[in-house]
């Protein structure tokens, strides 16, 4: 039973058959890939689609605060701190944003409290690479910009390919980032040491998921599931 | 023992081919209309650089929905099963490799797949070992089918018949 192995002479197993079916194979893995990939492309591409409205708002100067977990510090020295951890990639920090996204800008802007945001990457590579362009924004003064940008095309799956240097440098020119600072920032990936320094704070400050906000140091409990922008103004005021 | 395997082998080539094939195809099909995904799976294997995982998230599907189709008709047995296997030996590699640098994910096997709740590590742990054996037992089924892979069914059939068929 063993010359069975042997015989390699089958009507499949001449030269021309087995190259033939090489080649089929190679093509049908080729053009399936390739039908994949532009589908991809074309749904990312749709998925920008929502930006075209984006509003870009004032340039507002932060620091990288190190003795703070290199969070991304606004307002450095107000009465009040709110501390607020989140992963790009985190589809629950996205609800956060849309919900209490607004009451943050605007406390940043009026400089009623020292905002601090602590990009953190435990999502993956792409949560790295996003929070690199996040550092990047806001040496530009456009952090808030960027990370509405970021949460509105925010996709479904984590680590799909998605948050690539050529879509994140997209998605700053959508947030009034077109300079070539910015781009090369986000290519050469300048700000990884911040981005590591953030996420290892992580433990240092006892935070286990995103998102998550302390107020004057205290992390905040919410009552509801949901992020209700009135019980978050509440807990900031009572602060 | 040996005139017994000589009769069923037609049977048993038969079923390694539709076993493999069959679990290849299905794997591939369900993987490869949701293209992102499987993408996102090989890269939270977190072994090759991000864009490398991507291409092969996107072409690996095809290339199992091919050699599973191969297989089950029965043209090119011997290429498809040493590719079988060869997909499998990388499948069991990269579950080891997961489990040793303690990684959570799920599989990605059939579509799907990323991290998993840290919560749940004991259940991820129990599911690679499942995995593991699974895809041995698949890799088995392609080493028969180099051995032997003429059998029922099939539209590949030797041409000489050798004296002990």
Redesign the interface.
Known sequence: ?????K?T?????DKF??WL??G??TL??????IF??V??KT?ANESFAILNDFKVGPTLVSTVDEANGSGITFNNGAAKTVDIWEDPQCPVCKTFEQANGEFIDELVRTKKANVVYHVVSF????SVAAANAAYCAADEGRYLDFHKALYLVQ?V??????FSTENLIKIGSYAGLKSQSFSDCVTKGSKLDKVKAAYESMSKYNVQGTPTVFFNGKKWERQNNAFLPSEFAAAFEAS | M?NL??KY?PFITLICRLLLGGVLLVAGGLK?FK??????AV??Y?ILP??LA??IG??L???E???GI?LIIG?????AAV?GIGVMVIFIAAIISVWARGILIDCGCFGGG??VDPSKASEAHRAYLIEILRDLGLALSGAYL?????GRLS??????N????
């Open positions: 039973m063993a010359k069975q192995a015989s002479k089958s009507s499949g197993g058959t087995r079916v090489i089929m194979v049908v893995v080729a053009s399936g890939a994949s990939i589908g991809e749904k999502l993956g590579n792409e996709p799956l984590e680590n799909s390919g998605f | 040996i395997h000589k082998q490869a293209p992102s995904e499987s993408a996102g890269a939270a977190k991000t864009n991507h291409l996107y072409a599907p095809w290339l929905i091919a050699i191969l043209l090119s047995i011997r290429f590719i990323g991290e180099y051995f032997f892979p003429y539209i590949e059939k030797p041409i000489k050798n004296e002990e068929q």
